[in-house]
């Protein structure tokens, strides 16, 4: 059973150039979460998707945004880089509802990205 | 505002020995689940143990075990018979529900050093 894959596994872009990550969910899995992960920080909740729609976001700038496909794959998008968008960037991946356990995040091995 | 505390940037323990690891937070919400990420240099988030939040016993995973203090919003790891394996960042983390949905709220985490 493959976990959350996440695609590409490193990335350099110029500022001001637009990015692409992609994730592939757990299977059975139905939601994806991406996390920002700054250099030497707690990963950062950017946003969730569920029925191809975002349900919750946090305090990113609109230069974020995303896409759930009906296979539950997500990317996520990044426009106008700026050198602060420079970080790992995580998938999670789990179900919508439920107890504790069934909402447990599995996370990929993130996409480092970095600006220049 | 939800936060999560870690006061210890970096850690270091003996092979064998015991070694607790720190974790305030702060929310107003009262459904919530705490959490223990580890995150080796693989970069991959491993789940390390939960806690539901409306549960008084403290949950324990074979040599993990944690302290809740609900009032105290404290939640601490202890790992027993540290191994050089458990060498990584670990990352406390509150999931909040949230309209239907959830998000998780990390720390900035502890970096564990095991030593032969």
């Known amino acids: 059973d493959a976990g959350v894959t996440q695609s590409p596994t490193h990335l350099i872009k110029t500022r001001g150039q637009q990015v692409t990550l992609r994730c592939s969910p757990k299977s059975g899995h139905d939601t994806v979460s991406w996390y920002q992960q700054a250099l030497g920080q707690g990963p950062q909740f950017i946003f969730q998707?569920?029925?191809?729609?975002?349900?919750q976001r946090g305090n990113f700038p609109d230069r974020f945004s995303g896409h759930q496909f009906p296979n539950y794959s997500s990317e996520l998008n990044v426009n106008a880089l700026l050198l602060g968008d420079s970080a790992l960037y995580l998938c999670?991946?789990?179900?919508?509802?439920?107890?504790?356990?069934?909402?447990?995040?599995?996370f990929g091995q993130g996409t480092r990205l970095t600006v220049v | 505002a939800q936060t999560v505390t870690q006061s210890q940037p970096e850690m270091s323990v003996q092979e064998a020995e015991t070694v607790t690891l720190s974790c305030t937070y702060d929310t107003s919400e009262s459904n919530y689940y705490l959490f223990w990420y580890k995150q080796p240099p693989s970069r991959q988030m491993i789940l390390v143990i939960r806690?539901?939040?409306?549960?008084?016993q403290n949950a324990t995973e074979n040599r993990f075990s944690v302290n809740f203090q609900k009032a105290a919003k404290s939640f601490s790891l202890k790992i027993s018979d540290s191994q050089l394996g458990d060498t990584a960042m670990y990352f406390c983390a509150f999931m909040v529900f949230t309209s239907g949905t959830y998000k998780y709220i990390f720390g900035t985490g502890t970096r564990l050093k095991v030593l032969a």
């Open positions: 999670a991946s789990s179900l919508r509802l439920g107890t504790a356990k069934n909402t447990e995040a599995f």
């Open positions: 806690q539901e939040a409306y549960k008084q």
């Open positions: 998707y569920y029925e191809e729609e975002e349900r």
